[in-house]
């Protein structure tokens, strides 16, 4: 079993950072592939970004690629996905995913989520 709390989420205007953090407890969180999904209201959940075991191979959805990064401390079972030049089509509930595999394939374990709003 894994354990995912995320948090960071909050009220930002249109063009602000923030970085949201997923704490990891449970399985190996080194040898975890770890992603990012959101899901905005109304929508079906979709994928932010992933990173493998090692931060060695990174994907991220081209809605926003240059803008999000997402990085990992294996040291601190921490995965973070820093944001900036955030627009009103990022406000969603941002969820922290685990797989049971080196690399990214499906999220076994998630998180509760962490609510992002960006206002105009």
């Known amino acids: 079993q894994v354990q995912l709390v995320e948090s960071g989420g909050g009220l930002v205007q249109a063009g602000d950072s923030l970085r949201l953090s997923c704490a990891a407890s449970?399985?190996?969180?080194?040898?975890?592939?770890m992603a990012w999904f959101r899901q905005a209201p109304g929508k079906e959940r979709e994928f932010v970004a992933a990173i493998s075991w090692s931060g060695g191979r990174i994907n991220y959805a081209d809605s926003v690629k240059g803008r999000f990064t997402i990085f990992r401390d294996n040291a601190k079972n921490t995965v973070y996905l820093q944001m900036s030049s955030l627009n009103t089509e990022d406000t969603a509930v941002y969820y922290c995913?685990?797989?049971?595999?080196?690399?990214?394939?499906?999220?076994?374990?998630w998180g509760q989520g962490t609510q992002v709003t960006v206002s105009s």
């Open positions: 449970g399985r190996t969180f080194s040898s975890s592939a």
């Open positions: 995913a685990a797989s049971e595999t080196m690399y990214w394939t499906r999220g076994n374990y």
